[in-house]
């Protein structure tokens, strides 16, 4: 099989499309974490260390967040994962519009394109991934290439979100009832018609922005009538849901391994669907106020949302209770995805319980805009996503490549992130919850935090470390790999049941499955 | 397999009644529990950031203990399961409909008696964060970039450096002139954001001498990490002392001043108290 570039940027196969959504979020994750490095060396030392000029720093914490969420985890989980998995989990050759499919992971491209000009421009954007105005509207970095770049991702976002509802809806296999539709894939339709709901206020507010910056609009600007709390709430009402966006394919990438490597039933499926996940769908538009705890609304939209905001520790709790449940009387064993996803559920356990504070209005007005908020999200978001991500490529790598990845290496990588995140950002909270201010790039009035940033930066340096080892594993294992046979994990979900990696069309023959049949069902064996 | 929760069906409901009776009891009471008959008696202060410390510490120890709950029962389920040999499946059953119900409604009632206890102290704390006392000194804000400038009620500026006196609320009327900013000061647990064509405010108990950091905690610009000031708490008397020289060095540039003054004067809206 020779290998030809123009099979592959031309390519309408939801496979290689995924793969290419993997490969640009992967170097897209490698840019946001060498800025990450960057940063957390800057820190290193109380005063400038390796830059003396702020708008540096503040463009590598704007490259950061921007490209990590927008480049990184949503497209992975919704690219990559969804492209790949989804057709094969329901037994359908490809996707519905298998060219619109082509055309996003061309939009990403352009997106992730346009975010790494940052690192190019004169006058890179420093207005952090948030972009408030009036700031963004004032400064001399280019606000119109975070406007841009959102809106183009967004748009291939959007697009996915179309096709992926309609090939579920329309393309599964014969006797494939909804009910026993892999988590994974409820999941990420869940997530879907949070982005379809909530993307295009993301796209109004960012437009406006650039509105207000370079066409002379008011949209935000009090003193011709405007409002900057009018952005925010904008804003956030989008990139609240948004978190779920990114948390609902990852825990969906988690039962599919938790299930898989425990080689039970899921625990309470049906609660799992509609409980859990219905649950956070249904929550995620009504809590955005958190995120303006400290910023001036109203004192009764603070506490109602202090309200709404807590009551999401109920399906979340559901959804790591059945997670917890699905290891009971199991049969476990220990490769590497399986402990990338108890990772997840150990960080993401540690992260969401750290959120209840947060829920708290009262508390938040010493929390907020402090280190412990960046821990806490790096917790439940960050980095608990990246380590699902992690796992499930581990996890899929065999179905993808036809190979095996090596495992002693895998597990070493693992331990070392694994350690590296825990320094980083258990620390991180502990600095914040003293006083610690986010996006400082000069700590001169904390000389106190110096040796707790110096730890951070040593953790940050293990946890870069696991990252290479990880994705240098994939590639070599890729190349060189053993075969590892179509099912090596003894799954009983649908993809595992076609010849890895699977031909174009996906199967020889259409599938079709009993219905009681599950992807879950390994008693019956 | 599933077959066993049909004959012993009446205990089953029995048992969930009880159950679900037990836990709409807890949901009920835990607001109830948190109240406390508010403490009015009149003078008394509420220090909001001494009802930080306790309210931190309970939500501490409350989410330690469901965190080492969770991960106690997780690491045996790891290590009580682990696979003994190859081939083998695991053997968890199909959950019974009453099983499914109480595995959703039970733990469903518990986080929401957790999730109202928490929210009615949180709730009481705010009330103590936002109901200004009204024996109080208040001083306007403006914040800029990368200032704060202070101006008290007779007319004097600081900028960046904010003298109080001990035993006494203090209450920021604040806007900004440019970009948002976030008056922060850690010693006191309180910040509220700044920002042009509102006001907003936020209010702190200094109670003895001393001096405390006041950071900016919303991202301002490029020196927003630049952006610190102080809070230099004085015995009632030297503070006293202070302002009167302050507005003594006032009297000759009396005229200048005053433009300037009413200018910012007529800008903010009273915000709601």
Redesign the interface.
């Known amino acids: 099989m020779s290998f030809n570039i123009k099979e592959w940027i031309f390519t309408t196969d939801h496979k290689r499309v995924g793969v290419l959504y993997l490969i640009g979020s992967i170097a897209a994750f490698g840019v946001a974490g060498i800025a990450a490095m960057l940063m957390r060396i800057e820190l290193s030392t109380l005063g400038p260390t390796i830059t003396t000029n702020?708008?540096q720093y503040?463009v590598w914490l704007y490259a950061h967040g921007a490209v990590m969420i927008l480049g990184f985890q949503i497209p992975a989980l919704t690219g990559f994962f969804a492209n790949y998995c989804i057709p094969l989990m329901i037994g359908a050759k490809d996707v519905a519009f298998p060219r619109v499919n082509a055309l996003s992971v061309w939009l990403f491209y352009v997106g992730i394109i346009l975010a790494l000009l940052t690192f190019v421009v004169p006058d890179p954007p420093?207005v952090?991934w948030?972009g408030?105005p009036?700031?963004s509207t004032?400064?001399t970095g280019n606000t119109a290439l975070y406007s841009f770049t959102v809106l183009i991702l967004g748009f291939a976002s959007i697009i996915g979100g179309v096709n992926f509802l309609t090939t579920v809806a329309y393309m599964r296999a014969p006797g494939l009832k909804w009910s026993n539709l892999n988590i994974f894939v409820w999941c990420t339709l869940g997530a879907f018609v949070l982005q379809l709901i909530f993307v295009p206020v993301l796209g109004t507010a960012v437009t406006l922005i650039s509105f207000d910056k370079y066409l002379g609009t008011h949209f935000f600007d009090?003193?011709r009538g405007?409002?900057?709390?009018t952005y925010q709430n904008l804003f956030w009402f989008y990139s609240h849901p948004a978190v779920y966006v990114i948390f609902l394919p990852f825990i969906g990438v988690v039962y599919e391994i938790v299930a898989t490597f425990?080689?039970?039933?899921v625990?309470?499926h049906?609660?799992v669907l509609w409980?859990g996940i219905g649950g956070i769908v249904i929550l995620s538009g009504e809590v955005w106020v958190h995120h303006l705890y400290?910023?001036?609304m109203a004192?009764w939209i603070?506490?109602g949302q202090?309200?709404t905001t807590?009551?999401i520790?109920?399906p979340v709790?559901?959804l790591?209770?059945s997670l917890?449940?699905?290891?009971?009387?199991?049969?476990?064993?220990?490769e590497t995805p399986m402990l990338y996803a108890?990772g997840v559920?150990?960080l993401f356990?540690?992260g969401g319980?750290?959120g209840?504070?947060l829920?708290?209005?009262?508390?938040t007005?010493?929390l907020?805009?402090?280190y412990y908020v960046v821990g806490h999200f790096h917790y439940v978001m960050a980095v608990a996503g990246t380590f699902a991500i992690f796992g499930g490529v581990y996890y899929w790598f065999p179905k993808i490549t036809g190979r095996m990845y090596n495992e002693r290496w895998g597990k070493i990588g693992f331990w070392l992130t694994f350690v590296g995140v825990n320094i980083v950002f258990w620390i991180m909270m502990t600095v914040g919850?003293?006083?610690m201010?986010?996006?400082?790039?000069?700590?001169?009035?904390?000389p106190q935090f110096e040796s707790a940033h110096q730890w951070m930066t040593f953790g940050a340096a293990i946890l870069g470390v696991g990252f290479v080892i990880a994705v240098a594993n994939w590639i070599i294992g890729a190349r060189k790999g053993a075969p590892a046979g179509d099912n090596p994990w003894r799954s009983q979900s649908l993809e595992w049941t076609t010849v890895s990696p699977p031909p174009h069309g996906n199967w020889p023959s259409p599938p079709s499955v009993d219905p009681d049949w599950t992807p879950y069902s390994?008693?019956r064996? | 397999m599933h077959t066993e929760n049909t004959a012993p069906g009446g205990r089953v409901r029995a048992a969930a009644a009880a159950w679900l009776g037990g836990c709409a009891a807890a949901w009920l009471a835990a607001p109830a529990l948190a109240y406390e008959p508010a403490s009015a008696a009149p003078g008394r202060i509420n220090d909001?950031a001494a009802?930080?410390d306790h309210?931190?510490h309970e939500?501490?120890v409350?989410?330690t203990i469901?965190?080492v709950l969770?991960?106690l029962?997780?690491a045996w389920?790891?290590w009580r399961?682990?696979?003994?040999k190859p081939g083998?499946?695991?053997?968890?059953?199909?959950?019974s409909p009453a099983a499914?119900i109480g595995?959703?409604v039970i733990?469903?009632f518990i986080?929401?008696a957790?999730?109202?206890y928490?929210?009615a102290?949180?709730?009481k704390?705010?009330n103590?964060?936002?109901d200004v006392p009204a024996d109080r000194m208040e001083v306007k804000l403006e914040s800029g970039m990368y200032s704060w400038d202070y101006t008290y009620a007779n007319g004097v500026r600081t900028q960046n450096v904010l003298r109080v006196p001990a035993g006494k609320p203090v209450m920021l009327r604040m806007t900004s002139r440019?970009?948002?900013h976030?008056h922060?000061i850690?010693?006191f647990?309180?910040?509220?954001?700044?920002?042009?064509?509102?006001v907003?405010y936020?209010w702190f108990y200094p109670k003895a001498p001393g001096e405390h950091?006041v950071?900016?905690?919303?991202?301002?610009?490029?020196?927003?990490?630049?952006m610190?000031g102080k809070i230099i708490v004085m015995p009632e008397g030297e503070f006293k002392t202070w302002l009167d020289q302050e507005v003594a060095k006032l009297a000759p540039a009396d005229k200048a001043v005053d433009k300037s003054a009413e200018q910012t004067a007529d800008k903010p809206a009273n915000p709601p108290v």
């Open positions: 702020p708008t503040n420093d952090m948030t408030y009036p700031y004032i400064t009090p003193s405007g409002d900057v709390l425990a080689k039970n039933r625990f309470n049906k609660v409980g400290v910023s001036g004192d603070r506490i202090m309200v807590l009551l520790s109920i709790g559901l790591v209770i917890a449940g699905t290891l009971y009387k199991g049969s476990i064993t220990f108890l559920l150990f356990l540690i319980l750290t209840i504070p829920a708290l209005t009262s508390l007005l010493h907020s805009d402090t919850v003293k006083g201010p986010r996006r400082y790039y000069d700590y001169s009035a904390f390994y008693e064996r | 909001p009802g930080w309210l931190w939500v501490i409350d989410i469901i965190g969770f991960a029962v997780m389920f790891l399961y682990r696979a003994r083998e499946v695991g053997t968890q059953s199909k959950l499914v595995w959703a733990p469903t986080f929401m957790d999730d109202f928490l929210a102290n949180g709730w704390l705010w103590d964060y936002r440019d970009t948002l976030s922060f850690p010693d647990r309180v910040k509220e954001d700044s920002m042009p064509g509102r907003t936020l950091v950071s900016c905690a919303e991202y301002c610009g490029v020196m927003h990490s630049y610190a």
